[in-house]
């Protein structure tokens, strides 16, 4: 039995890229406890790596460990400026708005300075952005700090994450696939992306246009699951065809 446990863990690993402990549990029909166990095993034997509340295939790496924040934001940062300046249109004074850790979102929190708005981030950069901004209420979740990618990652953040329900959330990604699977690259974020889905009334992908299509080692969600997909003119016309046929509103900044 625990071999074809193991099989199983090892398999949706594979398939999705990463895996939380809670889902492999109902994945498995055992306990928590019973899949840490097998986790440990399985990394001690080479088939899989531990991190932040799950697992990912030994071949996923930590891709901001070889490119930092501050050559993410230097790249086609007119683009995500102007992704910026569409999506604080769309909020009003008043709404309170779950950021997702990037450089876009550090750019959006740049628009927000002044407005009357709640803000909730794990974003150690949306945090340098707002914290002296006495208009804006912000809210920083806990969790393990992530250095090289200014962020809060882990169970205690994707915890606070389930207290919260904001007007928006507004997400980043490493790019949606041409037929709108939303990836990314880092394995602890993940789990923090897919506590954010939930974490909103409407929510809100920010992905500038040479991210359409796009690459990432791990699947985020299917398309589909982010009510809209900001992005620049000039992205993909088939990857936007296929994020409105899996009924996601598509916008144009």
Known sequence: ????????????????????TEELAE???????????????????????RVHGGAVPTNVADADALRGFAEVAATDA????????RAAAMVADGDSVVLDIGTTTMLLARELRGRHVTVVTASLAVLDVLRDDDAVELILLGGIVRRTYHSLVGSLTEDALRQVQGSYVF???SGVRADGTVLDTTAVEVPVKRALLQAGDTSVLLV??????????????EAGAVDLVLTNE?????????????????VLA
Not at 78 to 85: I, N, S, V, W
Not at 209 to 221: A, D, E, N, Q
Request: charged content about 25%.
């Open 1 to 20: 039995m625990r071999a074809a446990r193991q099989r199983s863990i090892v398999g949706r690993l594979r398939a999705r890229g990463v895996a939380s």
């Open 27 to 49: 994945l498995c029909g055992v306990s928590v406890a019973t899949v840490r166990r097998d986790l440990i095993e399985l990394e001690r034997l080479g088939s899989l790596r």
């Open 78 to 85: 007119a683009d995500k400026a102007a992704l910026a300046r």
């Open 171 to 173: 997400l980043g990604a």
């Open 208 to 221: 500038d246009r040479h991210k359409m299509p796009g690459t990432g080692s791990l699947r985020v969600c």
């Open 234 to 250: 000039g992205a993909d016309p088939a990857t936007l065809a296929a994020c409105r046929a899996a009924g996601t509103e598509v």
